[in-house]
Every structure is written in structure tokens, then in C-alpha cells.
């Protein structure tokens, strides 16, 4: 088990460069089974959840080459095999092997998926669109068997916009006969960036990044490559310590336009920033003026970055609210922060936050990915000391934390226990 310590207030400067989206990384791997030959990726991040993925493709008999942030991924002699609980059940994202081997293969026997205890996490809007696509599936305990002779385009109408289904059935529809039209699709920069690498594949997808994304299915894929997109969220979560920590601290390599939903409300707060072409400047900012933020489907306020709000919002002078309505359990940090001197009352689904109140580092329990990190962002604010543990969770999606960290000043280290 591992430990993060923290030795808290101290003010952070240099550049912190911004690493490959993980929730675009996660889908890009499983995707590259859909061409054979060998395809390459650059700007993976260094998470755990690459190493979980690249296990699977292991188990498939794919040849993978990884080289700093570049995976090379051969699945010429690829071999179709039962994905078991112990692999699937590591990450939330083993269920994109639904779509890419459905497409590819048209059969897939794959344990439930794992990922962040943050809500009951149901996958049947994907089932559902598989069945549209002509899928028959069936399930023995936790194990999924999805199987076609052939899979037939349609009209799909997805009743929430979800990431996940709407990556699982473009996948599994562009090697498909005829035409499949996804409605109410999830509209995340992401998606854009998967959609590129299978067009790159020569798939024909068009309308990734709006509601309605077309796929014309075709015969075979080829190999071919695509970088991954800079991560949005890892972006946000080093703007918000920025706010509380940062001297002229410079987040770089972002995408601007993709940090709006949070950059509004850090500008509605009085946050000291200037946003560059690639990079952010943020100050620590005192006077912060309360908010309330709403998580909604991109492009509103991001969900994995309202637990990290969370933490700016104990210093704003009053009261603020965080509503979070993607997810039925993101307060898992909010313990932690009210033992680090927070004064943050839950109701539901919205924490109801009261500042400023300093914090104070003690020994807390990283229950989730982002969490997680809104405690590393207290934990660097707070006097003292912050012990972190079950960190496993933050090392999911956030490459080389620790190291990014000591650069730009932080006193951070991780140890076994
Ligand atoms: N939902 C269903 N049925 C489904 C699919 C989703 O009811 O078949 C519900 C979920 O229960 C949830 C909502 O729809 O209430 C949104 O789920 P979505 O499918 O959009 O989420 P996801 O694809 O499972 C991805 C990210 C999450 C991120 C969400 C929303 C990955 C691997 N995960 O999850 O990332 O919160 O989209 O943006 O891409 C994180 O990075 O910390 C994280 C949890």
C-alpha cells in the first residue's frame, strides 16, 4: 500500500507540463484492436490505468511497445480470449474491449468492469446500443458474452449523454454494415480525439463533438497513429491548487478552450490568471468571492474536477455550493477535508461549503481518483503535515503527480507501508 506525504504551505512556481487526456488515453488503446497491423500512440500518460489496459492486450496476444510516452500496439496475431474479473475489474475502461472486439471479432466474453466507487455505475446504455447494432448478449454471474454474425448499422438514441456508450458503439459500429447514427451523444474533446484516430484507421465517422456523430461502416481498418489530447482535468486540478499555492505558476500544454467551464468560474471567484495560447498563469489569490457550481455533460462544469473545487470553494469568504448531478457519490473527500479543519455539510448530492477556514494536515484516506487529489490540493495548501493513504487511487490518472509536484517546489513524497 502506498502513502503520500505532504509538508503543506509552501508556494509553488515553475511550469507544470501538462500530460495525454487519460479518459481519451483509457479508449484509444482498446481502439487500436480494431486495425490490424501495428498502430502508434503518442502522448500516452503514465497512469496505472495504461499499464491495466496494456495487460489485456498482453492476455490477447497483441505486442506492445511502450517508449517514454509512445505505445506501439501490434494486433496483427491477435487472439480472442476471455477478459477475466481480475484484469477487467482494475479499471473502469476494460469495458471498451466490448466495443472493439465486438466490432473486430463480433464475440466477447469479458468479466464486469471496475473504476472509482463514485455511483452504482451502470453500462446498460451500452448493452442496449450493442443490441440495437444486432448484438445478442447474455450474462453468466458477472461475465458479459456479446456475439454477432453480423453487426447492422441504425439509428441509436442514447437516453443519457454517455462517454462511455458513446465511445463503445463507435467502436463497435464502424466496422459495421450500412450506417449507424448516434443521437444524444456525449459531445467531450475526447470523443473528438478517438473519432480522428479511427477516421486516421479509415474509419468514416463524422459529427464526434456534437450530439449526433454519423459512422458509415467499412470492411477493414488499417494501422495508424494519433497523440493523445492534453488532459483537461489534470490541467484543472493544477489550475485550482494554483489558486491557493501558485506564484506565477504556469500550466502548459492545455487546450484553453476546453478549461472554459472552470476557468469562468475561477474569473466569477476572483482568481489571479491570464490565460496564454497553450499555457495558464495562476496566482494564489486572496478575497475569493463564493460560487455555486453545478456538474453537467460537457461542455458544462466538469465532474472530475468538482472534487478538486471543492477545495478552493473552503477559502472563498462565505458560502458555496457544490451540486454534482453525473454522479450519485462524489463526496467521498469531504470527511477528510472537515478533518483537516473544512466546515462542509453534505445534503444529498450537494456539499454546502463555509469560508474561509484554514486547514491543517493529519492523516486522511483517499477514497476515489479525484478525490483523491482534491486532498493533495488541500494537503499542499494546509499547514503541516497531510498523510495520504490508499493513493493507488490518484496514481489511476494522474502521470508522475509526485514528481510534477517537486518540480515547481511542492514537498511531496510517496512511500510503502
Ligand atoms: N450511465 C447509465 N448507464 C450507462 C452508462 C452511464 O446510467 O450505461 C450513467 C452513469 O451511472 C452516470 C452517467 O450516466 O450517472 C454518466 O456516465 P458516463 O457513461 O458518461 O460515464 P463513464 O463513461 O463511465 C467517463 C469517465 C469519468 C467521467 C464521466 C463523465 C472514463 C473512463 N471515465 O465515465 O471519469 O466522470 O465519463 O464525464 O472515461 C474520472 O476520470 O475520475 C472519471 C470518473
Excluded at 313 to 329: D, P
Excluded at 375 to 397: N, P
Excluded at 408 to 416: D, H, P, Y
Aim: charged letters at 20%; hydrophobic letters at 40%.
Amino acid at each position: 500500500m502506498k502513502q503520500m506525504i505532504i509538508e503543506g504551505n509552501h508556494e509553488l512556481k515553475g511550469t507544470i507540463e501538462i500530460g495525454g487526456a487519460k479518459n481519451s488515453a483509457v479508449a484509444l488503446i482498446p481502439a487500436s484492436i480494431l486495425a490490424k497491423g501495428k498502430s502508434i500512440i503518442h502522448n500516452v500518460p503514465n497512469i496505472s490505468d495504461r499499464d491495466a489496459l496494456i495487460d489485456i492486450l498482453e492476455l490477447l496476444n497483441c505486442k506492445i511497445e511502450l517508449e517514454g510516452d509512445t505505445l506501439k500496439i501490434d494486433s496483427t496475431n491477435l487472439t480472442n480470449k476471455l477478459i477475466g474479473a481480475s484484469l477487467s475489474n482494475r479499471l473502469r475502461a476494460s469495458y471498451y474491449f466490448m466495443g472493439a472486439l465486438l466490432g473486430r471479432e463480433k464475440y466477447v466474453e469479458i468479466h464486469i468492469p471496475g473504476g472509482c466507487n463514485i455511483g452504482s455505475r451502470p453500462i446498460d446504455i451500452h448493452i442496449d446500443g450493442f443490441k440495437a447494432l444486432g448484438a445478442k448478449i447474455t450474462t453468466e454471474k458477472d461475465k458479459f458474452i456479446l456475439q454477432a454474425d453480423e453487426l447492422i448499422g441504425t439509428d441509436i438514441y442514447l437516453r443519457f449523454q454517455s462517454v462511455g456508450a458513446t465511445i463503445n458503439l463507435m467502436l463497435a459500429s464502424t466496422l459495421a454494415t450500412g450506417t449507424t447514427v448516434i443521437h444524444n451523444a456525449a459531445m467531450e474533446a475526447e470523443i473528438e480525439n478517438i473519432a480522428e484516430y479511427l477516421n486516421n484507421m479509415g474509419a468514416k465517422i463524422t459529427g464526434a463533438g456534437t450530439s449526433e456523430i454519423t459512422i458509415v461502416g467499412v470492411k477493414e481498418l488499417h494501422e495508424a497513429e494519433i497523440s493523445v489530447l492534453p488532459d483537461r482535468i489534470e490541467a484543472g486540478t493544477y489550475l485550482i491548487l494554483g489558486a491557493l499555492c501558485g506564484d506565477n505558476l504556469c500550466i502548459k500544454n492545455i487546450i484553453p478552450n476546453h478549461l472554459e467551464a472552470l476557468t469562468s468560474k475561477l474569473k466569477e471567484m476572483g482568481v489571479n490568471f491570464t490565460i496564454n495560447k497553450d499555457n495558464i498563469i495562476v496566482n494564489k489569490t486572496k478575497n475569493l468571492k463564493p460560487i455555486n457550481i453545478k456538474t453537467l455533460v460537457y461542455p458544462g462544469f466538469p465532474t472530475d474536477i468538482g472534487q478538486p473545487m471543492s477545495v478552493l470553494l473552503t477559502q472563498c469568504h462565505g458560502t458555496s455550493l457544490f451540486e454534482e448531478t453525473i454522479w450519485e457519490n462524489r463526496m467521498g473527500h469531504v470527511p477528510s477535508l472537515n478533518k483537516m479543519g473544512a466546515n462542509i455539510s453534505v445534503s444529498g448530492t450537494t456539499a454546502i461549503i463555509e469560508g474561509p477556514t484554514p486547514l491543517t494536515g493529519t492523516e486522511v484516506v483517499a477514497t476515489d481518483l479525484r478525490g483523491g487529489a482534491a486532498l493533495v490540493i488541500a494537503g499542499l495548501f494546509a499547514s503541516g503535515t497531510t498523510k495520504i493513504t490508499d493513493v493507488e487511487h490518484i496514481l489511476r490518472g494522474y502521470e508522475n503527480i509526485a514528481s510534477k509536484l517537486t518540480k515547481v517546489g511542492a514537498k511531496i513524497s510517496i512511500i510503502e507501508i
